[in-house]
Structures are given as C-alpha cells and as structure tokens.
C-alpha cells in the first residue's frame, strides 16, 4: 500500500522516531537552523547541541498580542536546560497596530515588499509579521554582543526565537519576576537603577532607544537585571520620533524608580539629566 495511504493521519514530514515522542514534544530544532539563526559564539554552557536532543513544552509563561512565550526544556539522557520559547502568532492571530512608529525609518530591501506594506496587503502583513520577528532577532544578538544585559539569544527557527531562561534564583524553574512585581530595598533599587541606566547606554551607544521601555519589559534575577521584548528597539537618527520615544523611556522607568526607593542622590535620578545624558552616548 502506499505510505500515502497507510499513514494519511500523518504530517508530511513525519518519520518512525516521531512514535517515540510525548505530548508537546519534538525532536531538537538546532541542526535545522542555519549559522546566522544561532546566537553569537561561543556558545553557552546551557546550549545543548546533540542532535538527537528532545525539546519538551513545560507550559505557559506569558501571553502578548504579538507572541506567546512558553518554557522549554531541552534534553538528552545526560543533560538537559530550560529555555525560554517566544512564538509569534500566526497571521490570522496577530496584532501588529503597533509596529509603524518603531518602523519609521527602517529600511525595506525589495520594492515589492515595500509597496505591500505601503498598500496593507495580507502579503503585506505577512512581510510586516516576518519582519517584527527577525527584529527581535537581530536586535537581541546585537544587544547581547553590545554586551547589554539581555538573555542570550539561542536560536531563530521561523516563527520562534528560543533564547536564555531567566529564572527566579529562589524558584529555579519559576521565571524571575518583572520589575513591577518587586519591592526592592533602598539599596536593592539604587543598584537596579544603575543596572538599568547601564543598559539604556549600551542601546543609545548603538544608536537605538528601547521604545518601549517599562517595569514590565524588565525582569529581575535576584540582583541581576535582564530586559526583554527588543523587536520594537527605535533608531534614534533615522526614526523621527525615536527621541520622543526614548525620552517616554526615561519617563516611564524614573516614575517606576522614584516610587519605590530610589534615592534622590543616586546618578541621573532625574528623567530630562537621564534623557540628556542617553543622547550623549547616542552622538
């Protein structure tokens, strides 16, 4: 008989080792990307490279418009890490209303795309879905290299970026909390806020504002500070609110800060000095 119909139940790409596998499982999808879809080398201790790996889905962390974001676990019969899987939705269940501030001045390659976009086509927004997700790929490797405190990016596999699990250090398999979620200390808020204006450096210095910088797009570690969802990251020269956007940046962070325990006396704990002081790193 043939294998069409004998396995008509089965996807097109379906092999016998598929049997093998559980509910939400898959075999690893690392061989299957290419070079420039894995994050920078060296890679990190946790990036588990075995071919035969298992990728198991261990639940929910966060829902958006734009993607959900599950927990991962990839695993051999030696080793194993969690990692943290943001999935775009598909075209049918997106929202990009968005994307066009961050996209003002962002360059289109072909003219037929840019015309799509222009026009609203549904072949335009599956260039506009395509491109939301390849930016937050490109700018979360070039943050991380920048040496900016985001989670390093594994790897870019069509509609899924898998990148560094932060986890709660007192709940290991817990993801850290968001900033909102925090009390910290005096001391403890000082220190994030030096983290913070760190990393808004390190983004200015490469010619980019957050845009949509919040205590919800920043997570804490224990001390450690980690910010998350880059694909909205705004050029400061070529996007022509991308100082307006990164002033609102400083506005929304400072508020945050100085309703919970920053100090007057700690450096730039005032949003027009921190604003000035961005623009400086930026030119």
């Known amino acids: 008989m043939p294998q069409s119909h004998a396995f008509a139940d089965r996807s097109a790409d379906w092999n016998p080792l598929d049997d093998a596998l559980g509910p939400g499982q898959r075999f690893s999808t690392w061989p299957s990307v290419e070079k420039l879809q894995r994050g920078p080398a060296p890679y990190p201790e946790f990036v588990i490279e075995d071919a035969g790996a298992i990728d198991t889905d261990l639940g929910v962390l966060k829902t958006g418009k734009e993607a959900d974001v599950f ?12 990692l943290a899987a943001k999935r775009f939705r598909d075209l049918q269940h997106r929202s990009f209303r968005r994307a066009a501030i961050y996209n003002e001045g962002r360059a289109v390659k072909r003219s037929r795309d840019a015309r799509a976009l222009n026009a609203g086509t549904a072949f335009g927004r599956r260039v506009e879905a395509g491109r939301w997700v390849a930016a937050e790929w490109n700018y979360l490797r070039m943050a991380f290299e920048a040496g900016a405190p985001v989670p390093y990016p594994v790897q870019w596999d069509g509609l899924e970026i898998l990148m560094e699990f932060i986890a709660d250090p007192q709940k290991p398999r817990a993801a850290a909390p968001r900033l ?14 030096e983290q ?8 200015a210095s490469l010619g980019f504002a957050h845009g949509d910088l919040s205590p919800c797009n ?18 400061l020269a070529g996007n022509p609110r991308g100082i307006e956007l990164l002033a609102r940046d400083c506005h929304n962070i400072h508020t945050w800060f100085a309703s919970h325990g920053l100090p007057e006396s700690a450096p730039l704990a005032d949003p027009d000095e921190l604003l000035a002081d961005l623009v400086g790193y930026a030119w």
């Open 71 to 82: 927990l991962l676990e990839r695993a051999t019969s030696t080793e194993s890490a969690l």
């Open 180 to 193: 909102h979620q925090v009390r910290p200390e005096p001391e403890l808020a000082a220190y994030l806020w």
């Open 196 to 203: 913070l204006v760190d990393a808004m450096r390190t983004l």
């Open 218 to 235: 920043v997570l804490v570690a224990g001390e450690r500070l980690v910010v998350i969802d880059l694909p909205q990251l705004v050029d």
